[in-house]
């Protein structure tokens, strides 16, 4: 079955997230096990990396949500699915997905979905829009927060003939090494960084949007200086605005009202995330919404990190608390600021505990090749 099995993912944007990352594992994890990988995207940054020898890649507008476009990107991808001989298509967002549920049904091919997220719904309209990603033969969940989700939410859109299961995400643990890391790297993001390795690093990565937590982090912050009485560490806030100019200024005045601009650094990017976590010694996720996963937390533990992030979404699951990392009531700034200063005061003994452990939770659990092979064999089920 392996040498005839031809899988097709489409996604909007091959960029840096989990969603995309996880397309990106994959595609290149089925050549290695003699089967044919084909992408359907719009663009983005990842797309450098592909190994075009083992992937082909079809660039159309599936990040649309225009009605005319989803059709017509389907009737393409019907195309590519008969020319290719394609065995399933596996949709990673809702408006590809529309296009590819009518290519597969067209085609009579198996079709796979991938619910990386909570998609927030205030209407029957939007919630209708979702359904699509539960209307496949194989529905993966990244976490059991999200299985419960859907579930709760979209039990109608269910039956006998699909097979709802949970598939965790799994990062690169060979990227996601400290031992990989060496001094003279560390050194040169720290000047980039502007930063003096005097006092320890706390670090808050995340794109810069309301939800991920970075006002509750700032006010966390002040109220750590207050208990100490002094500022004891540097706080680096990691991620870029996508254009969220007004609430960029907002985290900025919010910071200066408290006083934090000699100890703050704003950073738009970084390039070797694994080296920003390795000079980092404390990192926190704030989200006040639910991480679907919670990339954040599973990439510290991976570096040996001490990590704290709110109990909400897929931390619960990644986290194993007071043993890997620290959990903390979600949005209240005053239970953040406790267990900073709580890891602050740990000696390196404990801190090295914690770190050995979170590593060996990430290996043994939330490893990409655990996640390859795990989506791989469902889809020779599947197709079986």
Known sequence: MSSDLKVLQVIPKLGYGGAETGCYDIAHYLPENNCKSFIVTSGGELLKFVDRKKVKIFRLPVQSKNPLLILINAFILIGIILVYNISLVHARSRAPAWSCLLA??????????????TYNFKSNIKKSYNSVMTRADLIIAGSNFIFSHIKKNYSKYLNDKK????????????????TTKIEIDEKKLLKKWDIEKDKKIILLPGRLTSWKGQEVFIEAINLVNIELGYEAFYAVILGSDQGRDLYKKKLIRLSEQYRLSKQIRFIDHCKDMALAYKVSDIIVSASTEPEAFGRVAVEAQSMEKPIIASNIGGSNETIIDEKTGFLYEAGNAKSLSNKILRTLNMDETLLKSIGNEGRKNIVQKFNVEKMCFSTYSEYKRLLN
């Open 104 to 117: 597969t049904k067209i085609t009579g091919r198996k079709f796979v979905t991938t619910f990386h997220g």
């Open 163 to 178: 097979k709802l299961m949970v598939i965790f995400r799994g990062i690169n643990v060979d990227y996601f090494d400290p």
